[in-house]
Every structure is written in structure tokens, then in C-alpha cells.
């Protein structure tokens, strides 16, 4: 099964906190335990899995079909 078939099973209000909730997480972590070497890499592997949900949104299927319709509307 791939990933990305995982996460279209989510609610949009899901795939936003899988995102954002290791990321805060990390930032809150940093805050608490000040800067060291973990925190570091938490804070690195957090911003790169928010980027790659961010980058991917758009070939997400409910994102696919409001492009869709965007252009649709645009080129009618």
C-alpha cells in the first residue's frame, strides 16, 4: 500500500495536524529543553516531513478535483 494512499483516507483536518502537530511538537521540545543536539534533529526531520506534506498537497485527490474544476471554470 503507498503512503500517499494512507493519508487520502484522512479528513483535511487531519492530514493539517499530521503536518503541523511534529512540527509544534519539535519547536515546543526546543523551547522546553533549549538547543542541543536532539532537538536539532527533531527539528530538521519535523520541518522536512512539513515540507514534503506541504509540497504533496496538491496531488492529493480532493485537491486534484478542485484544480479540475478551477480550470474548468476558467475555460469555458
Same mark, same amino acid.
Given at each position: 500500500?503507498?503512503?500517499?494512499?494512507?493519508?487520502?483516507?484522512?479528513?483535511?483536518?487531519?492530514?493539517?495536524?499530521? %503536518?503541523?502537530?511534529?512540527?509544534? @511538537?519539535?519547536?515546543?521540545?526546543?523551547?522546553?529543553?533549549?538547543?542541543?543536539? +536532539?532537538?536539532? #534533529?527533531?527539528?530538521?526531520?519535523?520541518?522536512?516531513?512539513? %515540507?514534503?506534506?506541504?509540497?504533496? @498537497?496538491?496531488?492529493?485527490?480532493?485537491?486534484?478535483?478542485?484544480?479540475?474544476? +478551477?480550470?474548468? #471554470?476558467?475555460?469555458?
Amino acid at each position: 500500500m503507498h503512503p500517499t494512499i494512507v493519508l487520502q483516507e484522512f479528513s483535511p483536518y487531519a492530514r493539517v495536524t499530521t %503536518a503541523v502537530l511534529p512540527f509544534a @511538537a519539535a519547536i515546543l521540545l526546543r523551547v522546553i529543553f533549549g538547543k542541543n543536539k +536532539l532537538t536539532r #534533529i527533531l527539528l530538521s526531520i519535523s520541518t522536512t516531513w512539513f %515540507a514534503i506534506n506541504v509540497l504533496m @498537497a496538491p496531488y492529493s485527490t480532493g485537491m486534484q478535483q478542485d484544480l479540475h474544476n +478551477l480550470r474548468w #471554470i476558467w475555460h469555458r
